[in-house]
């Protein structure tokens, strides 16, 4: 990340400082205006389901479906760890009904416990999991298409399928290819 | 399909009344982690945004989407859908407003439009996944990681464009 964002950051840089100088602040300004924006959108998703979230917590649910998904999560992510899986758990399955939102703070605080086993490998695979987006269904995408009158604003739910599947397995194949080759 | 997100609400509650947990405090609680969690966020956000901004701001998105644009149709992706797959990865609500412009311009039906809601609804925002998720860690080497997502996530947009032609 820090290779990346000085790269950008600095040949941006140069191109604004030789093409316009004086807009440089107020777009520094205006990208920081959209972080607190973003970062307000952000809470409203996490109060929501974070609020659940304890809920189910608290009332053993989520530790009853880790439970269910635990021999799966175990050959997976190679973790043994009882609150790393339920995070996991739960990551997953929000993943697969669309919650993307859902699924963000459990995939944090997943990585947090894995971070305590010192298992890199499974917090790797998780984002490479996570990144190439497993959801079944894009309600997002759907919503915008019925709000600009598509006919059948659902016809692309197969088309997504096939491709966030494609995604997913290529990108965890790859993962684990070049895990084996450079360690 | 509407109903997955009540039903997965009233399970939750109806459940943690059966175990007698103290639901309003509970709730409080969540929030309160989720409060938290958002201010660890907000440094990277900004950091991240002010790339973002400057990025396109310079000019050299544009110059870039040019560069690759004759590129990306040889490989059947779409002139039109060049930016949006520069911007994916980067940011989602830069693509969302994108992906929004192009089903305005283009009309939801049209092939371009729904080959550019495939390829938004099959990939995610790769840099700011990995700001998120590592944020604070002391996990290093993620550049094989991103590289493969990377590669996936561009493999399967030229699918997605290619099966848009057939479905």
Redesign the interface.
């Known amino acids: 990340?820090n290779v990346?964002?000085t790269a950008?950051?600095l040949?941006?840089?140069l191109?604004?400082a030789i093409?316009?100088p004086d807009?440089?602040l107020s777009?520094?300004l205006?990208?920081?205006e959209?972080?607190?924006k973003?970062?307000i959108?952000?809470?409203c998703i996490?109060?929501v389901?974070?609020?659940?979230?304890?809920?189910?917590e608290?009332?053993?649910?989520s530790k009853g479906m880790a439970r269910g998904l635990k021999p799966l999560s175990k050959r997976i992510f190679k973790t043994g760890g009882a609150a790393a899986n339920e995070a996991l758990a739960m990551n997953i399955s929000c993943n697969l009904?669309g919650?993307?939102g859902a699924a963000?703070?459990y995939?944090?605080k997943a990585?947090?416990e894995l971070?305590k086993e010192g298992n890199?490998y499974a917090?790797?695979l998780?984002?490479?999991i996570?990144?190439?987006?497993i959801?079944i269904?894009?309600t997002?995408?759907i919503a915008?298409?019925a709000s600009?009158?598509?006919?059948?604003?659902s016809?692309?739910f197969?088309?997504?399928l096939?491709?966030?599947a494609?995604?997913?397995?290529?990108?965890v194949l790859?993962?684990v290819i070049?895990?084996k080759l450079?360690r | 399909m509407a109903l997955i997100v009540p039903v997965i609400f009233i399970i939750v509650f109806a459940f943690a009344v059966i175990k007698k947990v103290n639901v309003y405090e509970c709730f409080t609680d969540g929030i309160k982690e989720a409060f938290n969690f958002t201010v660890s966020l907000l440094p990277c956000l900004a950091a991240v945004f002010m790339m973002c901004a400057l990025f396109e701001e310079s000019g050299l998105s544009d110059l870039l989407t040019r560069f690759l644009s004759p590129a990306f149709a040889f490989l059947g992706i779409p002139e039109e859908l060049t930016k949006l797959v520069l911007i994916k990865p980067f940011s989602g609500s830069g693509s969302l407003a994108y992906l929004n412009e192009i089903i305005t311009m283009y009309g939801a039906d049209s092939y371009i439009a729904r080959c550019a809601c495939v390829c938004f609804g099959s990939s995610e925002t790769v840099f700011y996944i990995s700001a998120v998720y590592f944020a604070g860690l002391k996990v290093k080497k993620l550049a094989v990681p991103i590289i493969c997502v990377l590669a996936a996530t561009f493999v399967s947009t030229v699918i997605a464009c290619l099966v848009c032609r057939i479905m």
């Open positions: 990340m990346i964002f950008v950051f040949s941006s840089l191109a604004i093409c316009a807009r440089l777009s520094l205006g990208g920081a959209n972080s607190v973003m970062a959108t952000l809470f996490y109060a389901w974070m609020g659940l979230s304890k809920l189910a608290k009332s053993g649910l009904l919650l993307g963000t703070p995939a944090v990585i947090g971070e890199s917090q790797k998780l984002f490479v996570n990144a190439t987006s959801q269904l894009p997002t995408v915008l298409r600009a009158g598509s006919v059948s604003p016809d692309i197969l088309p997504s096939l491709c966030t494609v995604s997913t397995f290529l990108a790859l993962f070049g895990n450079w």
